[in-house]
């Protein structure tokens, strides 16, 4: 299984933006989709945006479109997220996952391998 460290996760005011990255140190990641959630206090995990592994697709939850970017960088191993305009309603712990799927899928079921997590608080 691919090994996911996310970064970048703070402390930021409404309006604000952050940029997350998760990394990986293994050759294989351009074999998988990636996907960040996130998931707020006594609230189930949720779908944020996913990027298929060939950089051809993306897919956002409606709540960030226009607002959050998912991008990937093969030769890096690396997959990012840019957090524009944020709210205080996405204040959560984000995470990174990795799918082997087919196709580019949307519910934390299909992603089999997680990364820590980074906390990400949108003051108002």
């Known amino acids: 299984q691919v090994q996911l460290v996310e970064s970048g996760g703070g402390l930021v005011q409404a309006g604000g933006s952050l940029r997350l990255s998760c990394a990986s140190p293994d050759r294989t990641f351009s074999n998988y989709h990636m996907g960040w959630f996130r998931q707020a206090p006594g609230k189930e995990r949720e779908f944020v945006a996913a990027i298929h592994k060939s950089n051809t697709r993306t897919v956002y939850v409606d709540s960030v479109k226009g607002r959050f970017t998912i991008s990937r960088d093969n030769a890096k191993n690396t997959v990012y997220l840019q957090m524009n305009s944020l709210k205080p309603e996405d204040t959560a712990v984000y995470y990174c996952?990795?799918?082997?799927?087919?196709?580019?899928?949307?519910?934390?079921?299909?992603?089999?391998?997680w990364g820590q997590g980074t906390q990400v608080t949108v003051s108002s």
């Open positions: 996952a990795a799918s082997t799927t087919i196709v580019l899928l949307t519910s934390p079921i299909n992603y089999s391998t």
